[in-house]
């Protein structure tokens, strides 16, 4: 029984080392302590039962449910029963929770900071691994096989490319190891020498395996996308700040580690906004290329800003002190709003991109004011665009799908029944953000045609860059001046009321020139990556997902040119139905996780009591080696009782008891009706040591007495 | 290993008294006592076959006597006619009809002494009887009592006149059993006492309680594995060199029957490979028929069994 406790341990530290490793994918406050105390509810049931009988999947079950239990009472208290017990309340918000939580995953970017719907989802996973690995490692005493539901949790990071912290793994796989020798240990002493076909098989499937690893991986990894691993981070060794978002449109985003790269301090990320370090005009159709200078303005003292300041009235002045870790590039970071900035020596303020640039390298400190203008939707909505501009800022790249994309964003912005610049802009914008549309992917799909763009319209699955630059060209089809501003995102503000941002606060974002104002941002890239958009383009209240999926589908650039016919085929009749699906399916999945688990129940039923026969045959032919010592006719064609007859004679009366109870448990075991109770393994085994004891001191004494003679 | 429901104990107990009261009768010859037991119970026929005065009628006579109802006796010899057996219609005047006078087949244990003697007509009217429990005389038939049992005997050294029965109507018998010479101390017993004490007359199985043993042992249960086993060494006598004819599945049929019956009287309400060892002689020695040069070599068909027993696995 002890063995199986251990063992039991053994699963318990395989899991949740198991499980740790998802905190690269959703930072453990949300979901660690929770589910420590669900699985800790699972194993304290399980052993509980499973000291109390020999049945191989009750313990699991019941383990089970008191774990559906603990996550009710955890994540669903208020829907629950006495807080506990789940009622078909608590079903429907957890049917409720798991799209929410997985339209989270698919437009966040990993590590999710919020979602009880994920915490829920990991939580749950985790009881289920859990569940199986201890049914098939203690339970059906089949411990490889417990290593089948961990390695569940390991894909899941590892597939999406996150690092894993070796810890994890060591602890892991030596969990796993110390449950197979565990469950292993008595199997071994009656385990026969393998024969010479069973080593050549194995070796030729190791082999088979080598060359299939080999040949298989690279193919793999070859293959297109969505079976491509991308990765979400590298590794980078030094934590310079350069910046650089790739800025082709059919480049994957490759992801920098979490290194700080930039502090401020003197005002909150959300007064700041982004900082912003250079800006692009010109675009091709695929890339921004960046242009030179310009005029130069060395300026102390004045206010830099690359337009006149006639039409807005500004606010009350704001000091920042920035200090960047490690400038690996000449530009400075600086708010996008009119600043004052104390330049450091060497320092040169280009106006027309808005950037400043410093021949300095290494970490550099800096002292920058900036004077926030007072936006809001109103005055915006009077204003006009900037007419006297470069007209790099009017030019749609000619692809052949700019018609298209004008189209689009004709039907777009009229569905909104937008009128001035300002509400096509939030129109164009909304769309983009849209969580029924656009979903925020790091990876790019291969090119369709020679417009970027145009794919990213049809494809939906983009980055900053890609949501930036379609509002940027869909805002000049239109006649706007826009540019693609290239920067940070204002950080997360830590102790002390320091700001930190990251590498991964990489950010890209439009820009659109006003008469009187200069240059606005706008954000299309969604909130799950860049935050909520600027207080003065609010997301419209009608941006409801059924409203705005109508709105979209018929707004899609279906009438466009045939080889690019976009694949959204919604039609408003489908929604309904779809929703009707979306809200049956958890149902559904449950069934048929049901009826998996009932399944698999009864197959380990089946298996255990195969085991438990084979296993108390194994012990049977154990001791007739060692009979046959004593001369014992220990034939295939003699029957336990007779070889039990023959022996008994030969040994004193403790083994031939032992004997006589093994041999009537191998023989109710093959010959008696339905499945019969068998003693249990420990009475077994000791009817098995006593059996084997007793014939060595037989055969030590006969020898001896040969000596002696 | 007694394991079993009250009832099964109460039937063991009744079983073992049966053995017991046989065993009072031959001396010495356990293992044949309980092997006629065993046949009773399975519904089965015994053929006796040995040399003469070693009591093969009196083992006939104990079992009759031991189990509550009829017996009949007939010795045969060769003029010897099957309604001598089965019985006859007589025609009666005073009422004009006929009457069918039962003969001495009518009983529950049917002794017949030196079957070998009577015609082969004869031999085989008895022999279908106890095939089908019933007998037809004049176009209507007559079922035979239950439980019903043929005990033959027969004489294998004196040849002459005689009709020995033919392997085929052989394997109508579900065992043969020799007695053979008593041991030493029995003998001695034996002419110390001036014979055995006769067998008591008071039977200690009621007919009822028969009936209820042998369905009993219809319920033993028979694993597949032990089918299997049954199945090969079947199957063992067909392919042995030394064999000419080998056991029909009747054989096979008849031998998971007495094994059923040795496990009831062993007590256990399930059959052992132990059980079939046990039986596998009885059962089938009688029915294989060597070949001519297994015969000259002197090989006996329970050598040959013994062999096959040895070379077959006992199944897990």
């Known amino acids: 029984m002890s063995r199986r406790l251990a063992a039991l341990a053994a699963v318990l530290a395989m899991t949740l080392s198991s499980a740790l490793i998802l905190q690269t994918l959703v930072v453990p406050s949300l979901w660690l302590g929770r589910t420590m105390l669900c699985v800790g509810v699972v194993a304290v049931v399980v052993t509980l039962i499973r000291t109390r009988t020999q049945s191989a999947g009750l313990p699991s079950l019941a383990g089970f449910a008191a774990g559906l239990l603990a996550i009710s009472a955890v994540y669903f208290p208020d829907e629950a029963l006495l807080r506990v017990l789940p009622t078909p309340a608590t079903i429907e918000a957890a049917a409720d929770a798991i799209p929410e939580a997985f339209a989270l995953m698919r437009t966040s970017f990993p590590p999710l900071t919020s979602g009880d719907g994920v915490a829920f989802l990991v939580t749950t996973g985790v009881v289920l691994v859990f569940v199986l690995a201890e049914m098939l490692g203690v339970g059906a005493f089949a411990p490889a096989w417990a290593g089948l539901p961990m390695l569940t949790l390991w894909a899941i990071p590892i597939l999406l490319g996150a690092a894993v912290s070796p810890a994890y793994l060591v602890a892991a796989a030596a969990s796993y190891v110390v449950l197979i020798a565990i469950q292993a240990r008595d199997d071994a002493r009656y385990r026969r020498r393998p024969t010479p076909q069973a080593v050549r098989t194995t070796t030729a499937l190791m082999a088979s395996a080598l060359v299939g690893a080999f040949v298989l991986a690279p193919m793999l990894l070859r293959m297109p996308v969505p079976l491509r691993v991308h990765p979400f981070y590298e590794l980078v060794g030094s934590s310079t700040t350069r910046l650089d978002l790739g800025l082709g449109l059919r480049d994957d985003l490759v992801r920098n580690n979490d290194a700080e790269l930039i502090t401020y301090t003197g005002a909150t990320p959300a007064q700041v906004g982004p900082l912003h370090a250079y800006t692009v005009e010109e675009f091709t159709g695929s890339d921004w290329v960046r242009g030179d200078g310009g005029e130069v303005l060395t300026s102390d003292g004045q206010i830099l800003w690359p337009a006149p300041l006639d039409g807005v009235a500004l606010g009350e002045q704001v000091d920042l002190e920035i200090n960047v870790a490690n400038l690996g590039q000449d530009r400075l970071l600086l708010p996008g709003e009119p600043r004052l900035l104390r330049l450091p020596a060497d320092v040169q303020y280009l106006p027309a991109s808005d950037e400043a640039v410093a021949h300095i390298g290494g970490e550099v400190s800096y002292d920058v004011s900036f004077l926030p203008r007072t936006l809001g939707s109103d005055a915006l909505s009077r204003l006009q665009l900037a007419t006297d501009v470069d007209p790099a800022l009017l030019q749609v790249p000619e692809t052949g799908y700019e018609s298209d994309i004008a189209e689009l964003t004709r039907e777009v912005v009229a569905e909104a029944g937008a009128e001035t610049p300002y509400q096509q802009l939030l129109a164009i914008q909304n769309y983009l953000r849209d969580p029924g549309e656009f979903i925020y992917s790091t990876s790019i799909a291969a090119p369709t045609t020679p417009d970027a763009v145009?794919?990213?319209?049809?494809?939906?699955?983009?980055?900053?860059?890609?949501f930036a630059t379609t509002m940027i060209v869909m805002a000049r089809t239109l006649g706007m001046p826009a540019r693609l501003a290239v920067g940070f995102l204002p950080g997360e503000e830590g102790a002390g009321g320091v700001v930190n941002v990251t590498a991964h606060d990489a950010h890209a974002w439009p820009q659109v020139q006003f008469e009187g104002i200069g240059w606005v941002r706008f954000e299309p890239t969604p909130g799950v990556q860049a935050g909520p958009p600027p207080v003065y383009a609010p997301e419209t209240p009608g941006a409801e997902p059924e409203p705005s999926s109508s709105t979209t589908s018929s707004a899609a650039p279906s009438e466009g040119v045939s080889t690019a016919t976009p694949r959204d085929s919604s039609t408003a009749g489908g929604t309904s139905a779809e929703d009707e699906q979306r809200?049956?399916?958890?149902?559904?999945?449950?069934?048929?996780?049901?009826?998996?688990?009932?399944g698999a129940a009864s197959a380990l039923a089946r298996r255990h009591a195969r085991l438990q026969q084979t296993d108390l045959h194994e012990r049977w032919d154990h001791v007739l080696r060692y009979l046959e010592r004593l001369g014992v006719d220990v034939a295939d064609s003699r029957t336990p009782r007779a070889i039990r007859d023959e022996a008994v004679a030969l040994l004193d009366d403790e083994a031939a008891a032992a004997l006589t109870g093994l041999a009537d448990a191998v023989e109710a075991a093959a010959y008696r009706p339905g499945i019969t109770s068998r003693p249990p393994d420990e009475q077994i085994d000791a009817w098995v040591d006593a059996v084997v004891e007793s014939v060595r001191q037989i055969v030590r004494e006969r020898s001896s007495a040969r000596v002696g003679v | 290993m007694t394991q079993g429901t009250p009832t099964a104990t109460t039937a063991a107990g009744r079983a073992q008294l049966l053995q017991d009261n046989l065993a009072r009768a031959v001396r010495g010859r356990r293992d044949v006592v309980?092997?006629?037991?065993?046949?009773?119970?399975?519904?089965?026929?015994?053929?006796?076959?040995?040399?003469?005065?070693?009591?093969?009628?009196?083992?006939?006579?104990?079992?009759?006597a031991s189990v509550e109802g009829t017996v009949g006796r007939v010795q045969f010899t060769p003029d010897l006619l099957p309604s001598d057996l089965t019985g006859v219609t007589i025609y009666r005047q005073e009422s004009g009809t006929f009457e069918f006078h039962p003969g001495p087949l009518f009983a529950t244990i049917v002794i017949g002494d030196e079957i070998n003697r009577a015609s082969p007509k004869t031999q085989s009217a008895l022999l279908e009887s106890m095939q089908e429990q019933q007998v037809t005389v004049d176009g209507t038939s007559y079922p035979l009592p239950e439980p019903f049992m043929v005990i033959a005997t027969q004489n294998p050294i004196e040849m002459e006149g005689t009709y020995p029965l033919p392997?085929?109507?052989?394997?109508?018998?579900?065992?043969?059993?020799?007695i053979g010479y008593p041991p030493a101390e029995n003998e001695l017993e034996l002419l110390a006492a001036g014979g055995w004490a006769p067998a008591q007359t008071q039977p200690v199985v009621t007919q009822n309680e028969a009936l209820e043993l042998i369905k009993q042992v219809d319920t033993v249960y028979v694993s597949d594995s032990v089918r299997q086993y049954v199945l090969a060494l079947v199957r063992a006598t067909r392919d042995h060199e030394a064999v000419e004819l080998g056991a029909s599945p009747r054989a096979g049929l008849q031998l998971v029957a007495l094994a059923r019956a040795t496990a009831a009287l062993s007590g256990r309400d399930y059959v052992l490979p132990d059980d079939v060892q046990e039986v596998l002689v009885a059962v089938l020695a009688h029915r294989l028929a060597l070949t001519r040069a297994a015969r000259s070599a002197g090989t006996a068909a329970a050598d040959v069994l013994s062999e096959i027993l040895s070379a077959t696995p006992v199944p897990r």
């Open chain 1, 454 to 466: 145009w794919d990213f319209l049809n494809d939906k699955h983009g980055y900053c860059v890609q």
């Open chain 1, 583 to 598: 809200r049956r399916s958890p149902w559904l999945v449950s069934l048929l996780v049901l009826v998996g688990l009932a």
């Open chain 2, 34 to 64: 309980r092997t006629a037991a065993a046949v009773f119970l399975a519904r089965g026929h015994l053929l006796l076959e040995d040399v003469p005065g070693v009591g093969k009628t009196t083992l006939a006579r104990a079992l009759a």
């Open chain 2, 167 to 178: 392997e085929a109507q052989r394997d109508r018998f579900m065992a043969q059993v020799s």
